[in-house]
């Protein structure tokens, strides 16, 4: 009778799992985060250290705005000359949390991860209240190219909901 359960559980729970996982959402293929400057007397797990403006300096696992938080976007060429630029138009209740936050953490950096990979930073001189947030530099054309699978363009967000 035992056996009979498991059995019938683990079939359910096999049945199941693709819903679980799934949850009817449409599944993600790029990642885009944005982590603040913290301490280095932190908790080392929740911290990370990376070279911003030629200093090691500690950043927050926890991101700030991730790829959930927006809207849309648009690549431009970096005036750098280091690949592309990206900017994101931010959900409406991502404005107010980044607006306080930025507000709070002026002279710290926040730093942008593309895909796994840090590719730009800046030193937060003023509150961000605009409702955008910018990557300068470091953004590949593979990137825009997983981008554009995953979210609309600027002024083209109605016309890639389904």
């Known amino acids: 009778m035992k056996s009979l359960v498991s059995a019938l559980s683990m079939m359910m729970l096999i049945a199941l799992s693709p819903t679980l996982l799934a949850s009817g959402k449409k599944e993600i293929k790029t990642t885009l985060s944005f982590h603040l400057e913290t301490e280095a007397t932190d908790n080392p797990k929740m911290i990370f250290p990376q070279l911003a403006n030629g200093e090691t300096r500690y950043f927050r696992r926890m991101p700030e705005v991730t790829t959930k938080d927006v809207v849309s976007f648009s690549p431009f060429p970096s005036d750098v000359g280091e690949g592309y ?9 991502v404005v107010n949390r980044l607006a306080a936050v930025t507000n709070a953490n002026q002279g710290k950096w926040l730093i942008a991860q593309v895909n796994g990979r840090v590719v730009d930073g800046v030193l937060i001189d003023k509150q961000i209240s605009d409702g955008f947030i910018v990557i300068w530099k470091g ?17 083209a967000e109605d016309k890639k909901k389904k």
Request: avoid cysteine; charged fraction near 30%.
């Open 85 to 93: 630029g990206m900017v994101f138009k931010l959900k409406p209740n």
């Open 139 to 155: 953004v590949t054309l593979e990137d825009v190219t997983l981008f554009d699978k995953d979210l609309p363009r600027i002024n």
